[in-house]
């Protein structure tokens, strides 16, 4: 009984449940990546920042697509609003990595941290009844 109750939470929560374990990997590699070229000061933060993200939107994309919501038909324009999605959490991060490293002199990476949580939850809305979205035929 009690497994047939987590059975049952997990359908109604799968793809929440597995946009988080994929947005958690893919949050890894962006935060390695941006950590990495901070660290070595390859390039200014705000730039790592650009370069971290899309690595981590092309990932995403690729697994949200295939594993999680497994759509497979207009995946270029299912693309195109993910990555405009991808690009409003860059757009996010980036406001907030600017004001809290250049204006309140907080460290780079923690701030970083603090990005990634408050564009995932915006990001999975979106992409959820957005991208993602059945299109009845």
């Known amino acids: 009984m009690i497994t047939d109750s987590i059975k049952a939470l997990y ?3 799968r ?3 597995l946009y988080g374990i994929i947005g958690g990997l893919c949050s ?4 390695v990546v941006y950590s990495l ?3 070595y000061e390859v390039i200014p933060y705000l730039w790592a920042n650009v370069i971290s993200i899309h690595i981590g939107i092309f990932t995403s994309f690729a697994l949200n697509r295939s594993v999680n919501f497994k759509v497979k038909d207009k995946t ?6 993910f990555y ?7 757009g996010i991060s980036t406001l907030l990595l600017w004001i ?4 309140a002199h907080w460290n780079e990476i923690l701030c970083k941290l603090i990005t990634i949580i408050a ?11 957005i991208t993602f979205k059945t299109i009845n035929r």
Do not use: E, P, W
Not at 28 to 31: A, H, R, S, Y
Not at 84 to 90: F, M, P, S
Not at 100 to 103: H, I, L, P, S
């Open 28 to 31: 890894g590699l962006d935060f």
């Open 119 to 129: 564009v995932a939850l915006v990001q999975f809305i979106l992409n959820k009844y």
């Open 37 to 39: 070229l901070c660290h």
């Open 11 to 13: 359908y109604r929560f």
């Open 76 to 81: 270029s324009r299912r693309f195109l609003t």
């Open 100 to 103: 809290m490293v250049d204006t």
């Open 15 to 17: 793809h929440l449940i």
């Open 84 to 90: 405009i999605v991808g690009l409003t959490g860059l």
